[in-house]
């Protein structure tokens, strides 16, 4: 959950407890029951198909997760609770990040403050970790780790906290150690033997952290904190073991940017000065979209674009080619087919009722949409 979507949902919380109103805020929102949409779209590759985690506002404890298959061409909603009826309060409050490592898949449930852990081919839940305000996950060995603001979800310097990762253990689900890093640490990515958490400093009210902290994997120890930008965000690793990491700026006069960084030298390489609010690597491409929001006039510059990272060419700040990007309202998550480079973008609405996904060919031609949970967001591919 970036930034500003957390001071919106936090808005939306805090008037919902203010009403006297019996009815709950979601009232134009009814909890949709599993379904299935066919989209005619069936394949047989070496991939089964998709994990997506929907959000879910926070405070609706409506997090949730979607699967689609490729076989059939049939996607899914909400297997969680339908694969788990035992389990209370289903998947919890505010998804946030999603991945498979080995046969088992994680979900950060944020302000549920845990790290649910299933079965990658099924969805059937094994266990939880415990993580106080969790946000996103990285693996190595057998390690998982995972940033965490550290304390409660509170806007405001007087309740500024320094974050930590967690480091855990992938087998038995027991917390190892921790290491403190920046102000509300976002992305995490692995190369080169070191961590690099992206710290957002999101909660602070008149400043953001700058920093990206740098953690040996071999002692678990913070040797040095790189100086980049405010508010940085998502942190991904590129198949030339660079590391590449967005800011979104202040929503004011300090522009959203893109960032890549040698592991080696942990110097930047390249400051690409264009809006990034979200991305995915796929081979020597990254697929981008951003949502420019500013404050001062109220505004959503909306962008989707390519850039190769090879050449560090910028290639289009427009993939989608027939006109209906106009049907996305708010892009929320993107993700790319590794085999047939299918495009994939969330659409989060209004952030209070179900979303959707879209698929484009990769020209960039609308293939098919469904419905999905509120707020879709992360992707995760399940393999054969």
Not at 5 to 12: A, D, E, H, V
Not at 364 to 379: M, N, Y
């Amino acid at each position: 959950m970036n930034n500003y979507l957390f001071k919106r949902n936090f808005s939306i919380l805090f008037s919902c407890v203010l009403s006297f109103s019996i009815v709950s805020c979601r009232t134009d929102a009814p909890v949709i029951p599993s379904e299935q949409h066919e989209t005619g779209d069936s394949s047989q590759t070496d991939i089964r198909g998709f994990y997506l985690l929907n959000e879910g506002n926070l405070g609706s404890n409506k997090a949730s997760l979607d699967y689609y298959d490729f076989a059939t061409g049939t996607y899914t909603t909400d297997i969680y609770a339908s694969r788990n009826p035992s389990v209370v309060k289903e998947l919890g409050d505010v998804g946030n990040d999603l991945q498979i490592y080995g046969h088992r898949m994680y979900a950060v449930i944020n302000a549920s403050n845990k790290v649910e852990v299933m079965t990658a081919d099924s969805a059937i839940r094994i266990g939880h970790i415990d993580v106080p305000n969790c946000r996103c996950l990285a693996f190595e060995g057998k390690y998982g780790y995972v940033t965490s603001y550290a304390g409660p979800i509170v806007i405001g310097e007087e309740h500024a906290q320094i974050g930590y990762v967690l480091k855990f253990d992938t087998a038995t689900l027991q917390t190892i150690d921790t290491c403190h890093v920046g102000f509300q640490p976002e992305g995490i990515a692995i190369a080169n033997g070191k961590l690099y958490v992206a710290n957002s400093g999101g909660y602070l009210t008149t400043t953001y952290d700058t920093t990206m902290s740098v953690i040996d994997l071999t002692t678990f120890k913070q040797t040095k904190r790189l100086n980049i930008d405010i508010n940085m965000q998502h942190v991904m690793v590129d198949k030339y073991n660079r590391i590449w990491v967005n800011s979104l700026g202040n929503y004011y006069e300090t522009p959203s940017r893109l960032y890549c960084i040698d592991t080696n030298t942990d110097k930047i390489v390249k400051q690409f000065d264009f809006p990034v609010t979200n991305f995915c690597l796929s081979g020597d491409s990254i697929y981008f979209y951003s949502t420019a929001w500013n404050y001062t006039d109220m505004t959503n510059s909306v962008s989707y674009g390519i850039l190769n990272i090879a050449t560090m060419d910028l290639l289009t700040q427009h993939f989608i080619i027939d006109g209906t990007e106009s049907d996305i309202e708010i892009p929320y998550g993107i993700s790319v087919n590794p085999i047939s480079h299918d495009i994939y973008i969330t659409d989060a609405k209004t952030y209070t009722i179900p979303g959707a996904l879209h698929c484009y060919s990769a020209q960039g031609e609308k293939k098919w949409s469904v419905r999905t949970g509120d707020i879709p967001a992360h992707f995760c591919f399940l393999t054969k």
